[in-house]
C-alpha cells in the first residue's frame, strides 16, 4: 500500500465503528447448528452503504493522484471480511486491505478483479480493525466505483482451531 512508504498522508485515517451486539447470544443460538441445509455463521453481518464519496478521507498528493482511506472497528472482532455490491476499478488503481500492525494485508485487488456483475467480497483480515486504502492515478480520477454493502464481524476464531475431520 501507498501508505506504507509515503510521507505525504495524515497519520489520522477516519474511523467507522461498528455496533455492539450480543455475541454470546448468537454462539448461543449457534449451539443449535446441524450442518444439514444451513449455512454456517461465523460472524455478525452489518449492512452499510460505504463509498469512496461518503465515509472515508481522499488525500491528494502533489503529482495528482489520490489515496483514499477507512478504518473499520468492531470492537471484539477476531476478523473482520468485506462484501461489494459495486466494485470496478479501472487499469492504474489499487485497493488494499490490511491490519493496523501490518501484520495481514490483502491485495492490491486491481482492474484484474472486475467482475461482469460488479460484485467482489474478500477474505478474512485478522483483528478487529481493517485499513481499506485504495490508490487512484491522477488521469483516473472519478472512474473508479467501490462500495462496501456487508462488513462482517468475525466471532469465531479461525486462526487457533485444530481441524481434523471434514465438516469440522
Known sequence: PFSFTSNELAQKVVVMEMPTFDVEAMKAEDA????KGEEYRFGKEFEVQYDLNNSGQWEELDNGDRVWRLQV???SALSLNFQFDQFYIPEGGELFLYNPDHSEILGAFTHLNNKPYNKFSTTLVK????ILEYYEPAELV?????????IVHGYKDFYN???KNYGD
Request: net charge positive; hydrophobic share 20%; proline share 0%.
Open 32 to 35: 443449535f447448528y446441524t450442518g
Open 73 to 75: 472497528h468492531s470492537a
Open 127 to 130: 483483528g478487529n480493525t481493517t
Open 142 to 150: 472519478g472512474q473508479s466505483n467501490i462500495r462496501l454493502s456487508m
Open 161 to 163: 482451531k485444530n481441524y
